[in-house]
């Protein structure tokens, strides 16, 4: 296969395009039914815990979601605070605690599945399911070529 170089513009617009598409997510999707304001990794742990209920602690949620554990703890404290979520602590280690979402967090997470369908039916509007699957091929491609860039010692 031959080596196509990408010029340094087209990367620098694929980061703007990213990062624009990020801030559009963010602002679309951020009001609950509640009418509360959530922070993109709030929305994000809210949404995880609710597909994935056995992986519930904060060390986990670094893990799986591939963010900062001071960022999980912030976004936790505060929807505890809130009262979105609770957390017990475990039965053979007290130094754990597992998290569990709240009836009150229910809605708010129905709206937001509602919010992110409708965000993610605008963003692809007038894009064939061809075209969305050449793009995800692409996507998935160069997120594989980054983990194998930033995983490289030495380079």
Do not use: W
């Amino acid at each position: 296969m031959s080596k196509i170089r990408i010029p340094i513009s087209n990367v620098e617009q694929m980061l703007k395009g990213y990062a624009r598409l990020r801030e559009a997510y963010s602002r679309f999707c951020a009001h609950s039914a509640a009418g509360e304001a959530f922070s993109p990794n709030e929305m994000n742990v809210l949404i995880f815990l609710s597909n994935n209920p056995s992986i519930n602690t904060a060390k986990e949620l670094t893990v799986t979601l591939g963010v900062s554990k001071g960022l999980v703890c912030r976004s936790v404290d505060a929807l505890v605070r809130r009262g979105y979520l609770t957390s017990e602590e475990d039965a053979k280690d007290h130094r754990i605690l597992h998290l569990r979402l709240t009836q009150k967090a229910a809605p708010v997470i129905g709206q937001m599945r509602v919010s992110m369908d409708h965000f993610s039916q605008t963003v692809t509007r007038g894009i064939s399911e061809e075209e969305l699957a050449v793009y995800t091929r692409v996507q998935h491609q160069i997120y594989a070529n980054i983990e194998a860039m930033t995983n490289r010692k030495g380079d």
